[in-house]
T-cell receptor, first 117, second 114 residues
């Protein structure tokens, strides 16, 4: 079974500073994908970044980077140069290999990030 | 860019009514999903489909039902709405079932049952 753990309380960051959102995971699969999604107060889920279990380099997408430490089973999201529009809830998620006809996306409980001006 | 649409965006309805939440995608994706999310909480998978005429229940038990008659359309139905069904419902699709394929989400339907 897959499990995602996000235990940080609400996070606060000053505008233009960097912030790290923690995520640990547990799985018995050798091949898996890790994802981060952003959910603003409007409710939609926005895909931010992906990291594959066999990727040796940490993923980066613009101001987002994923600090992947496979041995520790952690996949922390780093947001550089925070902006007011980054205030949202952030979810870490995992997807395993296709089993049968499907593989679902399992989500953590999420972390609320507030960016202060 | 993902194109997946959910209607209505907001719905307030009385107990006992039958409702259908619509979800359509224009990308030709075979894999489609319904997640339920209470405010400020995690998402739980309630239904998924890997193609036309295939539907499966997810991890969270739900009184809702789904159908997949066309690739692009994956509606969710509640035969008799109850206050416990009050939640946000998010529809998603994926091009592949592999672990490197992200899910693309619609804007969600916020359902309130009075």
């Amino acid at each position: 079974a897959q499990k995602i753990t996000q235990t940080q309380p609400g996070m606060f960051v000053q505008e233009k500073e960097a912030v790290t959102l923690d995520c640990t995971y547990d799985t018995s699969d050798q091949s898996y994908g890790l994802f981060w999604y952003k959910q603003p107060s409007s409710g939609e889920m926005i895909f931010l970044i992906y990291q594959g279990s066999y990727d040796e380099q940490n993923a980066t997408e613009g101001r987002y980077s994923l600090n992947f430490q496979k041995a520790r089973k952690s996949a922390n999201l780093v947001i550089s140069a925070s902006q007011l529009g980054d205030s949202a809830m952030y979810f870490c998620a995992m997807r395993g290999p296709p089993t049968g006809a499907n593989s679902k996306l399992t989500f953590g409980k999420g972390i609320t990030l507030s960016v202060r001006p | 860019e993902a194109d997946i649409y959910q209607t209505p965006r907001y719905l307030v309805i009385g107990t006992g009514k039958k409702i259908t939440l619509e979800c359509s995608q224009t990308m030709g994706h075979d894999k489609m999903y319904w997640y339920q999310q209470d405010p400020g909480m995690e998402l739980h998978l309630i239904h998924y489909s890997y193609g036309v005429n295939s539907t499966e229940k997810g991890d969270l038990s739900s009184e809702s039902t789904v159908s997949r008659i066309r690739t692009e359309h994956f509606p969710l139905t509640l035969e008799s709405a109850r206050p416990s069904h009050t939640s946000q419902y998010l529809c998603a699709s994926s091009e592949y079932g592999f672990s490197n394929s992200p899910l693309h989400f619609g804007n969600g339907t916020r359902l309130t049952v009075t």
